[in-house]
């Protein structure tokens, strides 16, 4: 350990202070030149290995504190906090593996999985941000016999319920918001000023829930084809209407759910009229509120007229136009 020493007198002069042999002696100085830093050994090594102390002082002051003491003090508390955070982040790393090792379920049953979007950024972000956070929790029916009003032969109850989620009409989207989907405002349609300007959009749930519709009618053709004749005259209608559906909206549902790879857990029950074990589709899940998001969109709805939906934008002089269907 490196101490001050108490300044020497004059007529130490620049030779050694002692002449005994230092390796038997209590105390000698050592002087490394005048103005420069003068060391003394202030006891031999013990056998057992003791540090030998020297104290420094420069010639030139009379300094009670050694300024090699500082250092060494600052790096001691370096160290010691470098300890510190190494200890708190080995905690944590133990901590997180001990709960991935035994709350697997909880983990998947509370981790929201969804396909990553754009969130809208214009004036009304904050609506949309609240109802499009995940913030219910609801165990989904799969009895094979629930009584769903969304389900059964069709009838004027069930025709009414899937209008009321899958009939919207577009809604107004910014040029920005355009461009931060990756996509070109030039090329999209726009919305005349009478209905407030911006370019035509929708939200893409209510896409996938009329892509579930048609396929829920193709399934019951007979029922719908009779009443629906008049969009036979209608080249894309009549694909959408015809065999084709099948084809588009199984591959964009394809997409969704495996975008989307629900975690959930099935568990599986032995049941008296079957040998085999049984699955519980009766699972938890986190889920945005439908209908919150369902009025925060009737919310900004343009209802338009001038097509056979009254929800479409017909094409004005001077509107970009591609050659097919996206």
Request: contains cysteine; neutral net charge.
């Amino acid at each position: 350990m490196l101490r001050p020493t108490q300044k020497q007198p004059s007529h130490m002069g620049n030779s050694p202070t002692s002449t005994k042999n230092p390796s038997s002696s209590q105390t000698a100085a050592f002087t490394m030149g005048k103005g420069k830093t003068k060391y003394t050994l202030l006891r031999k090594p013990s056998q057992d290995g003791e540090l030998i102390e020297l104290e420094s002082n420069m010639s030139s002051q009379d300094e009670p504190v050694s300024k090699l003491t500082k250092p060494i003090k600052i790096g001691m508390w370096l160290l010691q906090i470098a300890i510190l955070a190494v200890s708190f982040t080995l905690f944590i790393v133990s901590r997180s593996t001990v709960h991935n090792k035994t709350g697997t379920l909880e983990k998947l049953l509370e981790i929201a999985t969804f396909c990553k979007y754009y969130l809208l950024k214009d004036k009304t972000a904050p609506a949309l941000e609240k109802v499009g956070k995940i913030s219910e929790t609801i165990t989904f029916n799969g009895t094979f016999d629930f009584p769903s009003v969304y389900r059964g032969y069709p009838n004027v109850d069930v025709d009414a319920a899937w209008k009321r989620i899958t009939k919207v009409g577009p809604f107004s989207v910014t040029a920005e918001d355009i461009v931060k989907m990756g996509k070109s405002a030039e090329e999209c349609s726009k919305l005349p000023e009478e209905l407030g300007g911006g370019y035509m959009g929708t939200i893409e749930v209510f896409h996938q829930l009329h892509c579930l519709d048609m396929i829920r009618k193709y399934t019951y053709l007979d029922y719908y084809l009779p009443k629906n004749r008049d969009y036979w005259g209608d080249p894309l209608m009549r694909v959408h209407i015809a065999f084709l559906p099948s084809d588009h909206c199984i591959e964009m549902l394809r997409q969704v759910l495996m975008c989307n790879s629900d975690l959930g857990i099935i568990t599986y029950n032995f049941v008296e009229i079957r040998p085999e074990a049984w699955p519980d589709f009766n699972t938890v899940h986190r889920c945005r509120n439908f209908e919150d998001v369902l009025d925060w969109y009737h919310e900004r709805e343009l209802h338009t007229t001038g097509s056979k939906s009254g929800t479409q934008i017909t094409k004005t002089a001077g509107a970009f136009v591609v050659a097919t269907p996206p």
